[in-house]
């Protein structure tokens, strides 16, 4: 079974709104990572919250962790086209490996 | 792109062969980590290896096996090939902290 869930499994947008995605896990975690991949080719690493982190920022991404909700948000602002593919949480129960969810597919409309 | 490299890209199979897969990690990265991705599905751990050593392994039947060799390349074998093994097969490398990892393009292996 997978560690994190992610939620919606499916999100379509147009150019410019903001997307949001959502990941829920079950275990006490390390850190919890958020990954992109396009067109089922390799994993791109987006950014990392340790437990102890609250909220992060890369650019035109905000990571959210609630650890008492065992939750994580993804909010991508000003979409782009550019933006669409597949997201992935992943935890780090500092077990030597990251589990990650099923992902969420985002389109973003021109 | 991450510098990992993997090889063949594309490879199709008939139940009950064997393959191997292949691997370069990013320089300056001794830990390799073996994903399977099922359609629509995330990526699962197969397993890792850290100095060429077996680190850790998740749910798969021991046809699953790897290696690591001295320069920190990596290769995984399967054995007796089922149609369930369809997937793409990710590899990804980090440094010794582990946190972050740099995964290749993948290879899609087809079973028939």
């Known amino acids: 079974s997978q560690q994190g869930e992610e939620d919606p499994q499916a999100l379509s947008i147009q150019e410019g709104e903001n997307a949001t995605m959502n990941c829920s896990y079950k275990?006490?975690?390390?850190?919890l990572q958020w990954y992109r991949q396009n067109s089922g080719r390799g994993l791109v690493h987006l950014i990392l919250?340790?437990?102890?982190?609250r909220e992060k920022h890369s650019g035109r991404l905000r990571v959210t962790l609630d650890t008492s909700k065992k939750s994580s948000s993804l909010l991508i602002t000003a979409s782009r086209a550019a933006d669409t593919a597949s997201y992935f949480c992943?935890?780090?129960?500092?077990?030597?490996?990251?589990?990650f969810g099923a992902g969420t597919t985002v389109t973003v409309r021109a | 792109e991450t510098g990992v490299t993997q090889s063949p890209t594309h490879l199709i199979k008939t139940r009950g062969q064997q393959v191997t897969l292949r691997c370069s990690s990013q320089?300056?990265?001794?830990?390799v980590s073996w994903y399977q991705q099922a359609l629509g599905q995330g990526p699962q751990f197969i397993f890792q290896?850290?100095?060429?050593?077996?680190?850790g392994r998740g749910n798969f039947p021991p046809r699953f096996s790897g290696l690591q060799f001295p320069n920190y390349s990596s290769e995984l074998n399967v054995n007796a090939l089922e149609l369930d093994d369809s997937a793409l097969y990710l590899c990804?490398?980090?440094?010794?902290?582990?946190?972050?990892?740099?995964f290749g393009s993948g290879t899609q292996l087809s079973v028939l």
């Open positions: 992943a935890t780090d129960i500092n077990d030597y490996k990251l589990s």
């Open positions: 320089s300056g990265h001794n830990t």
């Open positions: 919250i340790r437990s102890n982190e």
């Open positions: 290896y850290y100095r060429e050593e077996e680190n």
């Open positions: 275990t006490s975690i390390n850190n």
């Open positions: 990804a490398s980090s440094s010794s902290d582990g946190e972050k990892l740099f």
